[in-house]
């Protein structure tokens, strides 16, 4: 059974940082399209950044030059590194794993509550 689990989620100042984590169980990383979505409520799910199967990286036009994803398949670890924070970006944030044609299988982790105050 393929699990995802996030952590990292905090409260910090605006203009502070945090690392979330991500990692994959059940299944072996490198077949997965890894993406970093956030959902604050009433509002839907936004998709913040991704790093394909192959090393490419797409960052949502709001966090540009602030966040950072990476992976590791070795430790099937997906990290979003999180810089100069607004508040903003305060949402809760869910790791999601995409293979399959056209991305036709997917997988969510639970979610980590970031809070940023100003």
């Known amino acids: 059974q393929v699990q995802l689990v996030e952590s990292g989620g905090d409260l910090v100042q605006a203009g502070g940082s945090l690392r979330l984590s991500c990692v994959l169980s059940g299944s072996i990383l490198s077949i997965y399209d890894m993406n970093w979505y956030r959902q604050t409520p009433g509002k839907q799910r936004e998709l913040v950044a991704t790093?394909?199967?192959?090393?490419?990286?797409n960052y949502a036009d709001s966090v540009k030059g602030r966040f950072t994803i990476s992976r590791d398949n070795g430790k099937k670890t997906v990290q979003l590194q999180m810089t100069s924070l607004k508040p903003e970006d305060t949402a809760v944030y869910y790791c999601?794993?995409?293979?399959?044609?056209?991305?036709?299988?997917?997988?969510w982790g639970r979610g980590t509550q970031v809070t940023v105050s100003s």
């Open positions: 999601n794993a995409k293979t399959g044609y056209g991305g036709s299988i997917s997988y």
């Open positions: 790093i394909t199967r192959g090393g490419s990286l």
